[in-house]
């Protein structure tokens, strides 16, 4: 958002290769998820890892860091064999990861999570030990200039966006000789904090594997990348010499579809608005009131926990609300809970920001975890798909990319990406008329993105209403028809499309509005 830091590595001195992979190989079963792959990473560099969703690479990042083995094969680190057994011992060979799902504990402390893994003994959860490990926690927070987190604090209290960070900050405080970073910023729209902490690390001669569907990042940080393709190591790239329609060719096999043509805003903001917030006070925010009408894509903006995630529970009845009122097609509704804002008089559906926790039915398929929201799919026993629902939920799945072979999988066997996909095919299928989406393309590739985003359009040209909060402003910017702006638990301003640019988000979002345009 700000001035990016200037990003030196080592690369130009002795390129000696932190790690080096030949071959490597691993299936779940008869899913092949690695197969052949070859990547060299030079100390002192941060090495991009490419691919679509599913292509491999959390799956590499475990087999670096020793939570899964390969079955086949070989590994170097530093010119020695490499085969760690488990996390510990890769941490021990100087490889430590911040993964893509997040591995800390959240009912735990910050200073807790930032001991292990010599807790959680019950001996070293007592008073002493619990000072010492927050004096140690202060220390680190203070080191990687994340003073503003409160050691004590529990790790579930914290934004999604500081948790990440405390992620990456307890791979640093290993000291890492090689840092591997899953989707580092997946949550955040300003990367300074995080770019200036790779530029300090590898500054000493640590290689970086940084995995992201960003390309803009990875231009930023990497002079090379790897990319993967259904488990295999396409090619290995300089990122400056591939323009972005090659990068995605090596991902996919195929140019990108051309930009599918947006639909002009034509939204006619008359008569009763689908729904009117007025005066809604709930956790951090405070006395929001706006309105939001039938065809009508509506952005929410904000720098990372300004109230926008506690806005849109209180919308699904995930949050308790203080004050205000919600009215539906002009009546006030009672949404004080999930299953009253999935009624057919309210018909709200909601995306949260955290699939591992609320969103996804872990150890049911993908295809009950979609069909799941639609009341027509509760039998007795549980979840009866018929013939008719299942190609609904077939056409849906591939309207956001998710393809049809992953259906019948445990959702938890889905890479990141295609969870969340599968989260979006389910609101779509539900047949919600209000959708309150929390940064739907979190963690979801290039290609699929576009496809999500003419999806959005399709829902809302049809008579859809969307809430949309979104951590990249390009895509609040694309498909708004007007967008909210949160600061400090206030919605700050209310641009129309014409203002809907980086400039006056930017300005807005960090509590300088140039407008201060107020909807009733
Ligand atoms: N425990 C598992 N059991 C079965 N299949 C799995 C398991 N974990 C991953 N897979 C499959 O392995 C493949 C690779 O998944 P992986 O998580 O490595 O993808 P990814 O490149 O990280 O994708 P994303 O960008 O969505 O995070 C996918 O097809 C996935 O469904
Ligand atoms: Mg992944």
Redesign the pocket.
Known sequence: MSALPTIRTATDAVAANAMVLSGLHKS??P?V?LQNVDLSIAAGEVHALL??????????VKILTGAITPDGGSMELYGQPYRPASILAARAGGVCTAF?ELSLLPNLTVAQNLALPSQPTRRLLGLVDRRRAEERARALLAEFHLDAIDPRATVASLSLANRQRVEIARALSFRPRVLVLD?PSAVQASTDWLFERIARVTATGTAVLYVS?RLNEIRQLCRHGTV?RS?ASMATVAIGEVDDAGIFELMVGRHQVARRQDAAATVVRTGTPRLRVSGLSAGKVEAASFSLHAGEILGVAGLDGQGQRDLFDALFGLQRKRAGTIEIDGQEKDVSSPTRAMRADVSIALVPEERKTEGIFPYLSVKDNIALASPASMGRGGVVLRERQLRHVKSVAGKVDLQDR?LD?DI???????QQKALLARVLVCGARTLLLFDPTR?V?VGTKESIYATIQEFASEGGSVLLYSSELSELIRLCDRCLVVYAGRIVADLPKAEIDETHLLAAATGHALHHRMAA
Do not use: M, R, W
């Open positions: 779940y079963g899913t998820a691919g679509e969703n599913g292509a491999g690479k959390s799956t590499l893509q989707e569907h993967l488990g992953y999988f938890n066997d889905l890479s990141g990406g295609n963690g590739d």
